[in-house]
């Protein structure tokens, strides 16, 4: 959900790690990719709309575990500034299998698996996640900030 008066969209994501790959999405027409999930729509809990996202998106049941971290994160967007907050967390997709080719229900997004020790070449963005998903796993409860749009905390 984005909130219009302030422009900054909150956004669930999951860290769904198997047999040393990490499940990953992105639009059909874009070469950059990012971890799975959506927006946290009013009156959700963060791991609730995580869940729903996986639902809606790949038909599949999953849980979402442990909060990771946090990403606030700016860019430029069609010329103009655009901000997130993603809220990171474990994410259990049981009958995901890296071993198959995970289908999605959507038209505009495809899901895929990566190697996980690779991530840095899989083109993720917000691009810290790569460096702070190794930390986050090993240590859940990190934070950053990525982007030149953010005001305050130089």
Not at 128 to 147: D, I, M
Request: hydrophobic letters at 40%.
């Amino acid at each position: 959900m984005m909130d219009e008066e302030t422009g900054v969209e909150v956004l669930a994501r999951g860290v769904c790690v198997k047999a040393g790959q990490i499940l990953l999405c992105k639009s059909r027409t874009a070469t950059i990719c990012y971890l799975p999930g959506g927006h946290v729509e009013f009156r959700e809990t963060a791991r609730y709309a995580l869940e729903r996202e996986i639902r809606e998106e790949m038909g599949l049941s999953s849980r979402a575990g442990a909060f990771l971290g946090c990403c606030e994160h700016s860019f430029i967007q069609k010329g103009r500034p655009h901000a997130e907050i993603n809220l990171v967390f474990g994410l259990d997709v049981p009958d995901a299998d890296p071993a198959q080719v995970p289908v999605s229900r959507e038209d505009w997004i495809e899901f895929f698996w990566w190697p996980i020790g690779r991530l840095r070449e899989a083109h993720l963005e917000p691009a810290p996640f790569c460096e702070a998903l190794e930390t986050w796993l090993r240590q859940p409860g990190g934070h950053f900030v990525s982007g030149k749009e953010w005001i305050g905390d130089d």
